[in-house]
């Protein structure tokens, strides 16, 4: 293999990887860490999305909006978790009914407020040659955004009090609760800090894509797929998790076409999932004792 | 065996429940002979989907499996009575495609159930290894819009969707065949939701509804005390899954078309939103829940456009946060509160 | 005396309540179903179809409707589930009792819906350009069909940029259909389909397909993608440099995608179709301005929405000609090539063999700004393909889609 051709296929695995840990990201804090089964995922991603297309729109520069779009999903993810998801810590899978409705409301509530698409904002310009390749920059920005959010997620909640407080929360509500920390406020950070990580890809991919109310149903298969494989303890699955299926899926891609990628990555969740049953966290933490 | 169809399992078991039960049912079969013809086979439509429920209930509300597969064995039956319809080239034979349609998923969800139980996947697993093997399906089936998917006669025609197979017919009087459609298709699906309501019941409150129940609440302990919880397990998910295929089947056999988006998402989910809004702790729930939240949907969605998916949105978040138990669960209760015994022995969930 | 007396009363009385009834019956409205998605995934599509419709609608009303009859528009919204198509379809005719079906966008909802049509005796109108090769007598097609669109553009764009051609189409029958179609005509003129990706719906990320591109060097690419997915290609070929000529069936007409996208993303984007808002005839800037009097926020006029109008004009048509609503009558005036209408585009009739629309097609060329320029009128074109692989209506009714693998059995 040529260096050309090397460089190539880190450069797709990157993208892979990429798509997969920045759909994951929130959602392994969400549905990861706190259970709960958040249907509404792909709406937070439309939220950073629309809001850094905005921003874009009215002048501001597209780094700040990109900011401002993660912010505010994350604001509004706090909200919904004060309201609704507040309810549903003891009966997990009733979120799902929940959170259903909810992206239900707010997809077809953009459609009726903003229309069935918004004009889309160009991607930053800058590409690079390799050989006869030209490829994007921008496409490196989204593998360097993945692994920031990686290492937010890994600051947060391993070198910050608040991260110690959340994880004992997640690990026994009540206990911390009698030790004095305030759950609730725990809780409301935790799923604000997941819905600005679903924000924060939507902003980034938002200059790549196309822009319609249910553009987060592209996202959800793969995010949740990404999770679950990583298994219980996310600060220790996701990452493996996503390297293990982009790598699976830039073979198969690069090998058969994307509907043999598609399905051979799905398929191999399966098998994963079968010969790992608590997921990746589960193997790599057995293997630690 | 009989006694089996009240017990602690199930919601409703008193004299005052069972009389109710009669009135609908015979105001159900009267049904046809008042209404509009459109509005009978509309019903009958809505009843095809919630055999596919009453297993997902089976399964989860009973069992403590919440799989996402329920729409991958309905498309394997789907598909199954496609292909052997246009292959036995219809006629009374398309009784055998429905017969080994749903033999057909039933053999997948042995394999499937098999491979998952006996690998020790379960929780939230399960459901994401459901859901793959549901969207794996989908998207196979998907781009098989080529000339060289075919199996016998049958074209599967990719997304576009599979056709030309005869409705379920049979033999009937003056050497003429009766179609299923209609009335007949009617009166089929109340008869058949009837045996599979009370049959299921039976099975819920009898031992091995006993077991499954144990066996969701603590499966160690069930263990401990003896029982195979794989077998139990593996049967629940058969039966479920079955109960997809059978909604699978009829629903080709109603529209004469079956495609992979009723396979994949959304569709997928959609059965998940039927029972949890029903109450899936409840077999009678499900069947009232289900039939309504589809009679709801398609009524709002004719009359509200574009505002359709909002209300139901709105409908489902108001009944999680105000009726945990499940819409009709809920209304049960309410009612029950008001009318003192009228749901006998009900037991809290 | 009395008695006649009593008989000339009665008589008048009756010629007196023929008058009324006569008149009562002609104002009885004449019902047309209509299914279009406008939530969902498709509302970017179907909710210019709608617009279409209405406009049709309000503007034959006011005009005194057809054969004196007001047009009643019953629309449901399907949300994209072709479940509901199918709910829907059986709705509007069975209960609501329209004279004509008229909708559906995917062709998937079209082929759920046509064996329910097929069992009763309501005729059906498909709106939208599609893959071709639909042979029932219950439906008529309004759309472009391949031979229309890549018999035109297909050696167009091989004579002006070269002989290798890329193909990335989605991964379902439309796309490999149209990729069939495009492999055919390739060959005839001497080319080489240098490679084909067929990209399954709802894949938004393509930097492995813009790497296949560029080691494959073609002179240009066939894009038919489908879906707003599929339609982020443009914007990462763009940010990738790829710099191509492209060609397509589908793109600006249906999803105005050079008004979505931020330029350069559509750049030398050429397509072939029977309408762009972009045409400049006093008939296609007369119909602009109605339908902007109407509908001042539309942000394209697509081909989808000029064919549901057009639809509606010529189902008029039809009807007045055949002084009936039967379908069997309208057949009748197809048969005899009458079903013909001034449209915005030109005038376009129904060909009675295979009862699809013939079409004035034109390509189009979009720049780095986005705009549109119409490079070539390629005049009426017949929908030939099915009346010469065997289809004809007016002889028997086959009630199936044939593709070019896919050809009615001989004999």
Not at chain 1, 11 to 19: G, K, M, P, S
Not at chain 2, 177 to 189: I, K, R, S, W
């Amino acid at each position: 293999m040529t260096i050309v051709e090397i460089f190539s296929v880190l450069y797709q695995f990157a993208d892979v990887f990429a798509f997969l840990i920045l759909s994951a990201a929130g959602l392994a804090i969400v549905f990861g860490m706190m259970g709960v089964i958040n249907m509404a995922h792909g709406e937070f991603i439309m939220c950073g999305a629309y809001v850094t297309v905005a921003l874009v729109h009215g002048g501001m520069p597209l780094p700040i909006a990109q900011l401002l779009g993660a912010v505010t999903a994350g604001i509004v993810g706090v909200i919904v978790e004060v309201l609704v998801v507040r309810r549903f810590y003891k009966r997990p899978l009733d979120s799902l009914l929940a959170t259903w409705g909810l992206s239900l409301i707010v997809t077809q509530g953009m459609l009726i407020l903003v229309g069935s698409s918004v004009r889309g904002i160009g991607t930053p310009p800058g590409s690079f040659m390799v050989g006869e390749y030209t490829f994007s920059v921008y496409r490196l920005i989204l593998f360097a955004g993945a692994v920031g959010a990686l290492a937010l997620i890994y600051f947060v909640f391993m070198r910050t009090r608040f991260g110690t407080l959340a994880r004992a929360t997640m690990q026994n509500a009540n206990m911390a609760q009698a030790l004095g920390v305030r759950v609730g406020r725990v809780y409301a950070l935790s799923f604000g800090l997941g819905a600005g990580l679903a924000g924060l890809c939507g902003a980034l991919y938002a200059p790549t894509m196309t822009l319609i109310p249910t553009m987060g149903s592209t996202f959800i298969v793969e995010s949740f797929v990404t999770v679950v494989v990583g298994g219980a303890n996310v600060l220790l699955g996701t990452a493996p998790a996503g390297i293990l299926l982009a790598a699976i899926r830039t073979t198969l891609n690069a090998w058969q076409g994307q509907i043999i990628g598609q399905i051979g990555m799905l398929v191999a969740v399966i098998i994963i999932i079968r010969l790992l049953p608590e997921g990746l966290s589960g193997f790599l933490t057995r293997r630690q004792r | 065996m009989f006694k089996l169809v009240n017990g602690p399992q199930t919601l409703g078991n008193g004299p005052g429940f069972w009389m109710s039960f009669l009135v609908v049912l015979a105001i159900a079969i009267g049904y046809p002979f008042f209404a509009d013809s459109y509005d009978v086979g509309n019903f009958a439509y809505f009843l095809i989907w919630v055999f596919m429920a009453m297993g997902l209930c089976l399964m989860w509300g009973y069992g403590g499996m919440l799989t996402f597969g329920q729409t991958l064995f309905f498309g394997i039956s789907g598909y199954g009575y496609g292909v052997l319809a246009i292959n036995f080239e219809g006629g009374t034979m398309t009784l055998a495609a429905l017969v080994l349609a749903l033999a057909l998923a039933a053999l997948a969800a042995l394999i499937l159930g098999y491979f998952m139980i006996w690998g020790g996947v379960g929780g939230v697993f399960f459901g994401i290894v459901t859901l793959s093997a549901t969207l794996v399906l989908a998207f196979f089936l998907g781009q098989t819009a080529g000339p060289e998917w075919t199996i016998g006669e049958a074209r599967l025609n990719g997304f576009n969707g599979m056709k030309g197979m005869e409705p379920l017919n049979i033999p009937w009087f003056d050497d003429e065949q009766l179609y299923f459609e209609g009335t007949a298709l009617y009166f089929l699906v109340i008869a058949l939701i009837v045996v599979v309501y009370l049959a299921l019941r039976m099975l819920v409150n009898s031992r091995f509804g006993n077991v499954i129940v144990a066996v969701r609440e603590d499966p160690q302990r069930a263990e401990l005390l003896g029982y195979d919880v794989r077998k139990y397990q593996l049967a629940t998910f058969v039966i479920g899954s079955t109960l997809a295929g059978l909604s699978g089947a009829l629903y080709t056999s109603w529209g004469q078309f079956i495609q992979p988006a009723s396979i994949g998402l959304p569709a997928a989910a959609m059965p998940i939103v039927w029972v949890a809004f029903s109450g899936r702790g409840d077999l009678t729930a499900t069947l009232v829940g289900s039939f309504l939240i589809l009679y709801a949907f398609q009524t709002i969605t004719v009359h509200s456009q574009q505002a359709a998916l909002i209300l139901m949105g709105a409908m489902l978040l108001a009944t999680v946060m105000l009726a945990p138990q499940g819409f009709v669960i809920g209304f049960a209760r309410l009612v029950g509160r008001l009318f003192g015994s009228m749901t006998g022995s009900a037991k809290d969930k | 005396m009395n008695l006649r007396r009593k008989l000339l009363a009665l008589a008048g009385v009756f010629a007196a309540s023929t008058v009324v009834g006569g008149t009562a019956l002609a104002a009885d409205p004449l019902k047309i179903g209509l299914l279009e998605d406008i939530s969902g995934d498709l509302a970017l599509l179907g909710k210019p179809k709608l617009n279409g419709s209405q406009l049709a609608v309000e503007e034959i009303n006011k005009a005194g409707g057809i054969m004196g009859r007001k047009i009643e528009l019953i629309h449901l919204d399907p949300q994209g589930d072709n479940a509901r198509y199918q709910e829907f379809a059986r709705r509007l005719l069975n209960k609501d009792k329209v004279d004509v079906l008229i909708g559906g966008i995917t062709s998937a909802s079209r082929e759920a819906v046509r064996p329910i049509v097929n069992r009763t005796k309501t005729p059906y109108f498909y709106t939208n350009q599609y893959e071709g090769g639909v042979c029932d007598a219950s439906m008529v097609s309004i759309g472009a069909v391949p031979e229309q669109q890549f018999s035109t553009m297909i050696p167009y764009m091989v004579e002006t940029f070269g002989k290798k051609v890329y193909v990335i189409a989605a991964d379902y029958n439309f796309g490999q259909i149209s990729a069939e179609w495009n492999r055919k005509i390739v060959k005839d003129l001497g080319g080489t389909v240098v490679g084909e990706e067929f990209i399954p719906l709802g894949v938004s990320q393509f930097a492995q397909t813009i790497q296949n591109i560029q080691k494959a060097k073609p002179d240009w690419i066939l894009t038919i993608n489908v879906g707003a997915a599929q339609d982020s290609f443009f914007e990462q070929a763009a940010a990738a440099k790829l710099n191509l000529p492209m060609g397509s069936s589908i793109k600006v007409m249906l999803g105005f995608e050079h008004k979505r996208f931020a330029p350069p993303a559509l750049n030398k984007m050429h397509a072939v179709a029977n309408w762009f808002e972009e045409i400049d005839t006093p008939e296609a800037n007369d119909f602009k301005k109605r339908w902007r009097a109407k509908f001042p926020n539309e942000t394209y006029i697509n081909d989808m929405g000029y064919n549901a109008y057009t639809a509606i004009y010529m189902y008029k048509t039809m009807v007045e000609q055949a002084k009936s609503t039967k379908l069997e009558n309208l057949r009748k005036v197809i048969a005899a090539g009458k079903a013909c209408i001034d449209a915005p585009e030109g005038k376009i009739c129904v060909d009675p063999k295979s009862q699809h629309t013939s079409h004035r097609m034109r390509l189009i060329s979009v720049d780095e700004k986005h705009n549109v320029k119409v490079l070539k009128d390629y005049g009426v074109i017949q929908p030939y393909w099915l009346g010469e692989i065997g289809c004809d209506l007016t002889k028997k009714n086959d009630k199936k889609q044939y593709t070019p693998t896919d050809l009615p059995k001989k004999g």
